[in-house]
């Protein structure tokens, strides 16, 4: 069975910085195309960041753009989220999302394009 386990989250102030992780399982991971999404509470899912098979090229939402940096790790099937200067509005339950196929940099945007999912890790950005 495919698992997505999302870790690293917490309580953290403005300003500050945060790493999350997600170590997949039951799947060949190098060929999954992988994202973070977060969802606010009462609000949708919102997309984050985008990564593909071999990590050459990311993506993220304008909001966290020179903020957040994804990345991967093939070898130990791990997805990071490195979170700097985080803000208030960046409180949310992140999610770790996964595809078995190529993704394209718009696609990747949606919700629709992933269809397995992590149980989240809350991270909250108090003042």
């Known amino acids: 069975q495919v698992r997505l386990v999302e870790s690293g989250g917490g309580l953290v102030e403005v300003g500050g910085s945060l790493s999350l992780s997600c170590v997949a399982s039951?799947?060949?991971?190098?060929?999954?195309?992988m994202a973070w999404f977060r969802q606010a509470p009462g609000k949708g899912r919102e997309y984050v960041g985008a990564?593909?098979?071999?990590?050459?090229?990311?993506s993220y939402a304008d909001s966290v753009k020179g903020r957040f940096m994804i990345s991967r790790g093939n070898a130990k099937n791990t997805l990071s989220l490195q979170m700097t200067n985080l803000k208030s509005d960046d409180t949310a339950v992140y999610y770790c999302?996964?595809?078995?196929?190529?993704?394209?940099?718009?696609?990747?945007?949606?919700?629709?394009?992933?269809?397995?999912w992590g149980q989240g890790t809350q991270v909250t950005v108090t003042s």
């Open positions: 999302a996964a595809r078995s196929s190529y993704i394209d940099v718009l696609l990747a945007r949606t919700t629709s394009a992933y269809n397995y």
């Open positions: 990564i593909t098979q071999n990590g050459g090229t990311t």
């Open positions: 039951g799947l060949t991971f190098s060929l999954w195309s």
